[in-house]
C-alpha cells in the first residue's frame, strides 16, 4: 500500500438500493484468529477470514515468525501454530502497510520474546502515535526505539522472562488494551490491564476460547480488570470469523439515506461492543431490524433488514463512541442528510486514526456541500432533512478506507457526483465494497 496507482472514482445519485448482502469477515477478529491461532500449539482452521490488506499484513507477520499459515482453495485458512514462547526472529522489517491494529498488537507480542523486530508502514501508518503502546511495553521490559514522535518505523527487542505489569489504559484503546494482554501471554506471573471506559472485548473472549487463564472483574462504577495468566498454553481452534459490523455500517447508513431502499444485510456481527451504531441509527428513527439472532464463534450475529427513514439528527452520548469508533465517519454522512442537528462530542481518539477523521470528514462534507461545523472534539453538523446533497467536489481519502467509503456513499445522495482521489485504500478492510454496492443498485433495476 505504502506506493500505489491512484483509483479515483466517482460517485452519483443512486436508485434505491435493494436485495441482500453478506459482510465479509470482522478485521479485528480475524486479526486476532491469526495471531492466537499462530501461538496455538498445533493446527487451527479459520473460515470466513477478512482477506483484506490489513489481516494480510498480519499473516505475512506471523509467517514471517515462524507460523505456518495457507489459504486452501475453498476459503478455509490453516494455521500451524510455534506455541507460546516460540516466535521466531524475522529476517526482514515487518511491513505492516497501512494497520494499526497489526502494529500494535504484534509491538505485544514480539516485546515477550527473545527476539527483536522492525516495523514499517506505509505514510499514513508511519504518522500514527506509537508512544500508548511504547509505554507499557517498555514498563515490561522491552526495548523500543522508534522514529521521532513515538513513530514508525521502530523496533522491538523483547525480553524474556518479562516483567508482568498492571496498566490503567489512558485512553480508551482496544488495541492498546490487546497490546499489553498479547504481551502477558508469555510472560510469568499476572498481567492486568485497567480499563475505566470499556472497549472491544473480541481479544478476551478470544484468549479464554484459545485456552488462556484470563478472567475480567467489573467494578461497581465499570471499570474492567482484565487479568491474563502468562506462559499459556493455548490450544487450537476451529473459528468461524463473524461479519465486520464496521463494514455493514456503510450499506446500512446508505439504504438509511437513499431514498426508496429496502435491503439485507446478512451475517453482522453485533458484539455490544460494536454495535453503538445501530443504537444511534435507530434513535436518528433508522428502520433497522434485527433477523435471525444467531451466535457465529462465540459472537452475536444477526441479518438487519434496512429501509430507507426519514432520521432525524441527534447528540451522540460521549458513552457510546467506543463501541462505534471506527463509525463515526458514515455516522457523519448520515447527519448530513437528517433533519435538524446532530452534535457528537468526545472523540479526540478520531484524531489519530488513518487520517484525523474528525478534520478530514468536516472538509469533505463542507465541499460537497453540507453544513458541518467542527470542534475540538467532534463535529456539529445541521442536516438537510433528506434533501441531496449539492455533491460536486473531489475528496482526499488522505489513505483511510474508512473517509473513502464515506464519501461514496455521500455521492449516491448529491445531485452532482462526487469523486473520491483514490478508492486503492478500500482494500485494507472492505475489497469488496464497490461489487457489492453496484450489486444492490443493479438489483434495483432489475425486473
Ligand atoms: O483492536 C482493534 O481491533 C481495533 C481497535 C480500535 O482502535 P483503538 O484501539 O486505537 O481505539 C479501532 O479503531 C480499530 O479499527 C481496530
Ligand atoms: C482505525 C482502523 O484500523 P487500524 O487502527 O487497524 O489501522 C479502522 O479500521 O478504522
Not at 514471517?64 to 526472529?89: C, K, P, S, T, Y
Request: overall charge negative; glycine content about 12%; aromatic content about 2%.
Amino acid at each position: 500500500m505504502t506506493d500505489h496507482p491512484a483509483s479515483p472514482r466517482s460517485f452519483s445519485a443512486s436508485l434505491p438500493l435493494k436485495g441482500r448482502i453478506a459482510i465479509p469477515g470482522d478485521k479485528s477478529i480475524s486479526h486476532r484468529a491469526l495471531m492466537l491461532s499462530a501461538l496455538a500449539v498445533g493446527e487451527s482452521r479459520v473460515t470466513g477470514l477478512l482477506e483484506g490488506h490489513d489481516v494480510l499484513a498480519t499473516a505475512a507477520a506471523m509467517r514471517a515468525m515462524g507460523a505456518g499459515i495457507e489459504r486452501r482453495d475453498d476459503g478455509e485458512w490453516r494455521i500451524h501454530g510455534v506455541g507460546v514462547g516460540g516466535l521466531l526472529q524475522p529476517r526482514e522489517a515487518l511491513d505492516m502497510g497501512n494497520s494499526g491494529t497489526s502494529t500494535r498488537l504484534l509491538m505485544g507480542l514480539v516485546a515477550s520474546h527473545p527476539i527483536t523486530a522492525t516495523f514499517t508502514g506505509d505514510a499514513s501508518l508511519s504518522g500514527r502515535p506509537m508512544g500508548r503502546v511504547i509505554e507499557p511495553l517498555s514498563q515490561m521490559g522491552a526495548d523500543i526505539g522508534a522514529s521521532p514522535g513515538g513513530r514508525l518505523p521502530l523496533m522491538v527487542r523483547g525480553l524474556a522472562p518479562a516483567i508482568p505489569l498492571a496498566y490503567r489504559l489512558p485512553m480508551a484503546s482496544a488495541q492498546v488494551k490487546s497490546a499489553v494482554l498479547l504481551a502477558g501471554l508469555n510472560t510469568p506471573g499476572i498481567t492486568e490491564v485497567i480499563e475505566p471506559v470499556p472497549t472491544r472485548d473480541h481479544s478476551e473472549r478470544m484468549l479464554c476460547g484459545f485456552g488462556a487463564d484470563l478472567e475480567v472483574e467489573t467494578d461497581a462504577d465499570g471499570t474492567r480488570h482484565i487479568r491474563i495468566r502468562g506462559e499459556a498454553e493455548l490450544k487450537p481452534q476451529t473459528i468461524v470469523v463473524p461479519g465486520d459490523p464496521s463494514s455493514a455500517a456503510f450499506f446500512i447508513v446508505a439504504a438509511l439515506i437513499v431514498p426508496g431502499s429496502d435491503i439485507t444485510v446478512a451475517n453482522v456481527g453485533l458484539n455490544p461492543t460494536r454495535a453503538g451504531l445501530i443504537e444511534i441509527l435507530q434513535a436518528m428513527g433508522g428502520d433497522i431490524e434485527l433477523l435471525d439472532a444467531r451466535d457465529v464463534g462465540g459472537e452475536p450475529v444477526a441479518d438487519l433488514r434496512v429501509r430507507h427513514s426519514a432520521l432525524k439528527g441527534i447528540d451522540v452520548d460521549p458513552a457510546v463512541a467506543p463501541s462505534m469508533i471506527d463509525e463515526f465517519p458514515i455516522l457523519f454522512v448520515a447527519a448530513a442528510l437528517a433533519e435538524g442537528r446532530t452534535v457528537t462530542t468526545g472523540l479526540d481518539e478520531l484524531r489519530v486514526k488513518e487520517s484525523d477523521r474528525l478534520s478530514v470528514m468536516a472538509t469533505g462534507l463542507k465541499a460537497i456541500g453540507a453544513r458541518v461545523e467542527e470542534s475540538e472534539d467532534g463535529l456539529i453538523i445541521d442536516g438537510t432533512g433528506g434533501d441531496p446533497l449539492p455533491g460536486g467536489a473531489t475528496i482526499a481519502g488522505h489513505l483511510d478506507h474508512r473517509i473513502c467509503m464515506s464519501f461514496a456513499i455521500a455521492g449516491l445522495v448529491s445531485t452532482t457526483p462526487v469523486t473520491v482521489d483514490d478508492m486503492a485504500p478500500v482494500a485494507t478492510s472492505f475489497p469488496d465494497f464497490e461489487v457489492l454496492l453496484a450489486g444492490l443498485q443493479g438489483a434495483a433495476g432489475a425486473p
